[in-house]
């Protein structure tokens, strides 16, 4: 029974964990699948997770905060798409830009403000979002296995990390089954064949932006407001790289990504729970042996181990339209 209750905090540790890589994971999918690589994950979604905090500090409501994330997170996005797609600049430049701009700024005003280094104040009660019980939740909990994979695996996470998982099927309905999704992979593939067809690759490109910048400001929010209780500098700690890793990794599609973004929590779970690490064989293996599978995993597919990861053909390119 110890094992399975060590089993189950774990992989509810996973679930929590890797929200954080998927909305960014997703959100990158959007953009990259439309030609609009976009390095700034990591920036969008700190200043989201500082707007969020900040906004259900001052109002004391995490959905206020959530909104504030939102749109700071899709300001920054918008930045980057001006620079992307209006003035055809150099996408991966604009995307560090935003990173290094994003930690500069919530790390100064943030200590402007409060004077704890970047830290906000600590969030309670309506400021944070709580855990949710799913139904029948305490009802069959009791029940061996599969009590303890609903109760304490599948119940108990915030609204935030079942919008992430829904999130999924949605982004596969869309890229696949829609118009719209037609369009966006086609514009990534080849903008000069849709500019023919009489729709505009900007707009569409501006779309997929606006799309990414909710997503990671949602996952800003989740950092601050669910998974924690306030901000800290640099709280995003790599997660925009390592969902823009997943996403690679999973060769831009949905449900790949979420699989890779589940391994890399999976990890991230196992190497907390190790603690100081552990032995097999004689040999101590440390926790962050484990921590860096995930960075080692995507080196690993990129040398060709896991099969070649071939980006949109028109990612990274900026689009002249014919006259």
Known sequence: MDTVIMLASVAAAAIRISTPYLLC?????YSERSGIVDIGLEGKMLVGAFAAAVTAATYGSAWLGLMAAIIVSIGFALLHGIASIRYRGNQIVSGVAINILALGLTAFIGNAWYGEGGRTPSLSGDGRFQPIALPGAEAIKGVPVIGELYADVLSGHSVLVYFAFICVPVTAWVLYKTRFGLRLRAVGENPQAVDTAGISVAWLRYRAVLICGLLTGIAGAYLSTADSAAFVSNMTGGRGYMGLAALIFAKWRPWPALGACLLFGLLDAISIRMGSGFVVGGIVVPS???????????????????????PPKAAGIPYLKER
């Open 288 to 310: 962050e042996l484990i921590s860096a599978l995930p960075f080692i995993l995507t080196v690993l597919m990129l040398a060709g181990f896991v099969g070649a990861a071939t």
């Open 25 to 29: 994971a997703l959100a990158g999918l």
